[in-house]
């Protein structure tokens, strides 16, 4: 070009962004999930040298240094298989938050923080950037390559991977007719509808694994709970690991079946842990001061975890952290000879 030769390369990195010869997106998304990965060690060391840091602004931390990194560039990439990879890291941040292991489901953490997967926010990116293009001039480069592919659609490429998720969404007729929408409510739309199909793909899930019968039972509604803002983070702790069924993944190797107490030898069941358990009296008594042993079992239970008292919330986080650190003690001396 003007006399100068114009090397051929592989990859080229623009602003940021890794473009390659064969027009994918690969290299790019490598490099922001392991920049995202990087942010959530980041946070970790965080987490470990203030444990008590507050929920909402650990999440604003998250926000900043993981997902802003992740997101980089998602409004060209994001229509590929690899977003996914940025969910699991967030997933992988809600279950940390809450003291749930890495064998726990994502699914659960997120609805247990009231916060949504991340296909909302990469489509939402996506989607905004296509109303942008089409508010350019006909002339310019970047339209006249998105003109271009729009006619070319059995081709494939961007314009294609829009059309078809606006149509997976049911919103085809967004880009039917597209022109004069605002970028804004589009955005609210397109969330909208994103969620409701994530969340119902979530509790799907949730229905169908055993290890979160009772969860199911107790969770019908979206949004945060109301344990997260009021307790501690040993309380959430204690909370998720009862709530989430984490108890039941205890990973006992060799003979154990997983239905009897590591504390008691009792056959356990959440009934049991709350309010049965012989082991963990002294801190019954003290934290859940026995209120409600009069009536009976299943009463006892939905009451003494439906209370919305902050204390008595706070209380029975602790308990059942109390309970969570005997019991891991107690399995991983169980455990021991077996090695
Ligand atoms: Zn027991």
């Known amino acids: 070009m003007n006399g100068k030769i114009i090397e051929t390369v592989k990859e080229i990195c623009y602003l940021g962004v890794t473009l390659e010869s064969t027009g994918g997106w690969a290299k790019q998304k490598a490099k922001v999930v392991a920049k995202g990965k990087q942010a959530l060690v980041a946070i970790d060391k965080c987490l470990a040298r203030m444990p008590h840091m507050r929920i909402n602004i650990l999440e604003n931390v998250y926000e900043m240094v993981c997902e802003s990194r992740m997101m980089y560039g998602a409004e060209i990439w994001g229509l590929e298989e690899g977003w996914k990879e940025v969910d699991v890291i967030h997933g992988r941040f809600c279950k940390k938050v809450l003291g749930i292991p890495r064998v726990g489901a994502n699914g659960v953490a997120e609805v247990e923080l009231g916060r949504d997967s991340r296909r909302s926010k990469v489509l939402g990116l996506v989607t905004k950037f296509w109303l942008r293009i089409l508010q350019m001039d006909r002339d310019d480069l970047v339209r006249r390559c998105y003109d271009w592919q729009v006619l070319n ?18 919103l085809g007729y967004i880009w039917q007719d597209p022109q004069g929408r605002s970028v804004g409510r589009t955005w609210e739309i397109l969330k909208e509808r994103c969620n409701a199909i994530e969340r119902q793909n979530v509790f799907a899930k949730i229905r169908e694994k055993r290890s979160l019968a009772l969860y199911g039972e107790m969770k019908s509604g979206w949004g945060r709970q109301g344990y997260i803002g009021c307790c501690t983070r040993v309380e959430r702790e204690g909370w998720a690991w009862f709530r989430a069924g984490i108890w039941k993944l205890r990973g006992m190797r060799g003979g154990m079946d997983g239905k009897i107490c590591p504390l008691c030898g009792a056959t356990e069941s959440e009934i049991h842990i709350l309010l049965k358990c012989t082991e963990t009296g002294r801190w019954r008594e003290q934290l859940l001061r026995n209120k409600w042993f009069t009536v009976g079992e299943e ?16 209380d029975l986080g602790k308990f059942l952290y109390k309970v969570r650190c005997k019991r891991q003690v107690k399995i991983r001396n169980l455990e021991l000879p077996l090695r």
């Not at 659609?153 to 049911?170: F, N, P, Q, T």
Request: proline share 0%; hydrophobic share 40%.
């Open 153 to 170: 659609l059995k081709i494939g490429g961007w314009a294609k991977g829009v059309k078809e998720e606006l149509d997976k969404l049911g």
């Open 299 to 314: 009463l006892a239970f939905k009451k003494i975890l439906s209370t919305t008292n902050d204390t008595e919330v706070r």
